[in-house]
């Protein structure tokens, strides 16, 4: 049975840093791009990073470039999401999907939740103002 188990969320002040981990369990990633989304109450669903089924390409929300990178270990089957230098803006639920089509992770590409099959119950991150 497929799995996606989100852990490594927390209260942070801003600046500090979280890795977020996806552990997937009945299928392999290297079959699938992964991705991170995050919500807030009140707000719609943002797309904030993925990562191909290649393991190479990988997209970023504009507002987190530069500041969070994603990963993942093939052999543990687990997808890290590094976040640095957090920011208040960065808080909400962290929940991971994913999807085995070609294409939902890509670059220049919005990153549309809709597209993926498979999805975690997330994690909450709280950066405080």
């Known amino acids: 049975q497929s799995h996606l188990a989100e852990s490594g969320g927390g209260l942070v002040q801003p600046g500090g840093s979280l890795r977020l981990s996806c552990a997937v369990s009945?299928?392999?990633?290297?079959?699938?791009?992964v991705g991170w989304f995050r919500q807030v109450p009140g707000k719609e669903r943002e797309g904030v990073s993925c990562i191909g089924s290649d393991g190479r390409t990988s997209t970023y929300l504009d507002s987190v470039q530069g500041r969070f990178t994603i990963t993942r270990d093939r052999s543990k089957n687990v997808v890290y999401l590094q976040m640095n230098n957090l920011k208040s803006d960065d808080t909400g639920l962290y929940s991971c999907?994913?999807?085995?089509?070609?294409?939902?992770?890509?670059?220049?590409?919005?990153?549309?939740?809709?597209?993926?099959?498979?999805w975690g119950v997330g994690t909450q991150v709280t950066v405080p103002s």
């Open positions: 999907a994913a999807e085995s089509r070609v294409g939902v992770c890509a670059p220049r590409r919005p990153l549309d939740g809709d597209a993926f099959l498979y």
């Open positions: 009945g299928f392999s990633v290297e079959y699938y791009a």
